[in-house]
T-cell receptor, first 116, second 115 residues
């Protein structure tokens, strides 16, 4: 299984809602990532988890809260978002982080989020 | 600081033409890795190739080929006999070989292959 899955595919939420994005991989990868991608822009790294511990937080606002319940799952909890947070949210995984820095990241299909 | 530049924002070609996507990078590291990813309209980023800084051999995979030249800090990607299914945004990316460092992406090149 060489797949990263993400649910839901699309999400529309109001500014007062609480929702969660889910990501799952069964490749035995120990590093998982959240990226945000606005239209016509490259992905921007938000968070990195290595061995289920948060290792990088790229100064992301607290209205985004990541969680890694186990080595296969990664969640992104959303609360009190703003319309400018509307974007494609991509999850990725790789064998390791930092050991060689070279492992290719495998990306999921993304969740297209719209905040009204 | 690391930087990846993809100067071509959009390219349009007619099917069966060859097309080269340019990638120029900047880094002070001696050990680093370069990647190309494809992002079709469906959204997911598809890994195409990884190359480390010590391996300057060109690579060919089917209709795809990559030309890595350290002397010019370039890692260009050529699609031979392009097809409509090649239409996508292509990202070049760089990562250093140390610590928890993020993948640095270029801004991407949108390739449209017209039938």
């Amino acid at each position: 299984d060489t797949e990263v899955t993400q649910t839901p595919k699309h999400l529309v939420m109001g500014m007062t809602n609480k929702k969660s994005l889910k990501c799952e991989q069964h490749m035995g990868h120990r590093a998982m990532y959240w990226y945000k991608q606005k239209a016509k822009k490259p992905p921007e790294l938000m968070f990195v988890y290595s061995y289920e511990k948060l290792s990088i937080n790229e100064s992301v606002p607290s209205r985004f809260s990541p969680e890694c319940p186990n080595s296969s799952l990664l969640n992104l909890h959303l609360h009190a978002l703003q319309p400018e947070d509307s974007a494609l949210y991509l999850c990725a995984s790789s064998q390791e982080v930092g050991l060689a820095g070279s492992d290719e990241q495998f990306f999921g299909p993304g969740t297209r989020l719209t905040v009204l | 600081a690391q930087k990846v530049t993809q100067a071509q924002t959009e390219i349009s070609v007619v099917e069966k033409e060859d097309v080269t996507l340019d990638c120029v990078y900047e880094t002070r590291d001696t050990t680093y890795y370069l990647f190309w990813y494809k992002q079709p309209p469906s959204g997911e980023l598809v890994f195409l190739i990884r190359r480390n800084s010590f391996d300057e051999q060109n690579e060919i995979s089917g209709r795809y080929s990559w030309n890595f030249q350290k002397s010019t800090s370039s890692f260009n990607f050529t699609i031979t006999a392009s097809q409509v299914v090649d239409s996508a945004v292509y990202f070049c990316a760089l990562i250093r070989n140390s610590g928890n460092t993020p993948l640095v992406f270029g801004k991407g090149t949108r390739l449209s292959v017209i039938a």
